[in-house]
């Protein structure tokens, strides 16, 4: 998995990043000469707080002469003919909008991107949409650390039903995802790069995931979670399934338990076969006062 994050002078990691995307300014160009790039590390430069401005083009092809592997992150409302320019010039480009339908993601193909943000409900179909994106050479972007929805219905849907993914799930992503965008607050932005990179979160996921307010203990959610979000295309939303939901019972009556999911011994649980069903009438027949680990060991 590629990762990429706004430029931050505090961040610690900068050298393990495959991109950086920088606030476009005046001496843009000076910014990029300073620093010692490598060839197959991604420049962005994001101007979408601004007009569209012929002067930018000239600022643009010098950043690129200093740095080919180049990209400009625009707003699609505002830099339609900007994005023309580009494209004539052989500058990658993108939108910050997010893709949130099919519709969107087929016109901005069209349109000639390099780059889409998956969001919302489409993150739960990313085995075929993933796959589609690859095909026509354009990078799936997605927001792990994000839950997302649709903005007007927040309070009914529940925190657990919205996309993001959780570190664990990283590889599961990889075939269908390109690039990982971390964002946090800066004293947290080092700190939440750091996990998604060790794969391994014990702790509540509302500390880890912006928009989860529920407290959803991770160490309680057994691996298939990831692996059957991949592909659900959110049929909670239609009561056709109610895994997610399930799993956040496993994880509290875990919590309850006192007991926890062994992440680095549970192989059985990535096996389909065994439903969290049987987890839970485990968790059911465990003692509360015992302290242990559910594992296949």
């Not at 300073?34 to 101007?47: G, P």
């Not at 990283?170 to 390109?178: L, Q």
């Not at 080092?190 to 991770?218: A, H, P, Q």
Request: charged share 30%; hydrophobic share 35%.
């Amino acid at each position: 998995m590629k990762y990429c994050v706004y430029y931050d002078k505090n961040f610690k990691y900068s050298e393990l990043l495959d991109e950086t995307i920088y606030l476009y300014h005046d001496n843009i160009v000076m910014e990029i000469i300073k620093r010692e790039w490598r060839e197959d590390k991604r420049v962005i430069i994001d101007i979408i707080g601004e007009k569209e401005d012929e002067n930018i083009i000239p600022i643009l092809q010098k950043c690129k002469q200093v740095h080919d592997n180049l990209a400009i992150k625009l707003n699609f409302y505002r830099h339609k003919e900007l994005a023309k320019k580009l494209k004539e010039l052989n500058i990658d480009y993108f939108y910050n909008n997010y893709a949130n339908t099919i519709d969107e993601i087929y016109s901005l193909i069209k349109l000639g991107v390099s780059d889409i943000y998956i969001t919302e409900s489409v993150g739960f179909n990313l085995i075929e949409l993933g796959k589609y994106c690859k095909d026509k050479g354009v990078n799936v972007r997605v927001i792990p650390n994000l839950a997302q929805y649709k903005i007007n219905y927040k309070e009914e849907i529940p925190d657990i039903n919205k996309f993001f993914v959780r570190p664990e799930d990283t590889d599961i992503y990889e075939p269908y995802v390109d690039i990982f965008e971390i964002l946090a607050p800066d004293d947290k932005l080092s700190i939440t790069f750091e996990i998604y990179r060790n794969k391994v979160w014990d702790g509540d996921l509302n500390k880890l995931i912006i928009g989860i307010n529920d407290s959803i203990m991770n160490n309680g959610i057994p691996p298939i979670f990831g692996q059957e979000r991949l592909k659900c295309n959110q049929k909670c939303m239609i009561e056709k399934c109610n895994l997610c939901s399930e799993m956040v019972k496993l994880s509290n009556q875990l919590k309850d338990n006192n007991l926890r999911i062994n992440k680095t011994k549970d192989k059985e649980w990535q096996n389909e076969s065994k439903s969290y069903k049987e987890a839970v009438q485990y968790v059911n027949r465990t003692n509360s006062t015992d302290n242990g680990e559910v594992s296949e060991e």
